[in-house]
C-alpha cells in the first residue's frame, strides 16, 4: 500500500472534524467549562491547530510549555474545515507550487489560514518525557 506524501489524519464525521490546540489556562480552562471560548479568546489571533493529538501533545512539549499548558479537542465543521483549507496558503515557499517568493508572499498575507506539513513522527519521536524506573533503595 501506498501512503501519500500529504494526508490529514482526523478524528471526523461526515459534519464535523475534531482538531486540537493548545491554551494558556486562562483560556482553555474556561472553555473547557463552559463549552465556549472566554472573552480572553481571539478569534483574529493566528493560532495553529492539529487533526492530531499525538502530533499536537509533542508540539506542546506534554502541555509543558508556557500558554500551552491546556489541550482541547475542538470539534469543527467539515465545511469549514474543508474551506480553510480550500483557502489556505502553504506556511513555507514551495518553487513546484509558486510561481516566485514574492508571489507566494503575497498569497500568505491574502490567505485567511496556512498549511504547515508536518513530518510523520516516529512513535519514539513524540513519546512524553519520562524518567525511567528502577529499583529504589
Not at 465556549?36 to 493529538?53: E, G, L, N, Q, V
Not at 474545515?81 to 506556511?91: G, P, V
Not at 491574502?110 to 504547515?116: D, G, K, L, N, Y
Not at 512513535?123 to 519520562?130: G, K, L, Q, S, Y
Request: net charge positive; proline share 11%.
Amino acid at each position: 500500500m501506498t501512503v501519500p506524501k500529504y494526508q490529514i489524519r482526523a478524528r471526523y464525521t461526515e459534519s464535523t472534524v475534531t482538531v486540537y490546540q493548545a491554551y494558556a489556562p486562562e483560556i482553555g480552562v474556561p472553555a473547557a467549562r463552559e463549552g465556549r471560548f472566554p472573552p480572553a479568546w481571539k478569534r483574529d489571533r493566528m493560532t495553529w491547530i492539529k487533526p492530531s493529538f499525538l502530533w499536537m501533545m509533542y508540539r506542546c512539549g506534554w502541555a509543558t510549555k508556557a500558554r500551552q499548558e491546556t489541550v482541547l479537542a475542538v470539534e469543527i465543521t467539515r465545511d469549514g474545515f474543508e474551506w480553510a483549507l480550500a483557502h489556505a496558503c502553504l506556511s513555507h515557499y514551495e518553487p513546484t507550487l509558486h510561481t516566485s517568493r514574492d508571489a507566494w508572499k503575497r498569497e500568505l498575507r491574502r490567505a485567511p489560514a496556512r498549511v504547515q506539513w508536518d513530518p510523520e513522527p516516529a512513535p519514539a519521536a513524540v513519546a512524553p518525557p519520562v524518567a525511567p524506573a528502577g529499583p529504589g533503595r
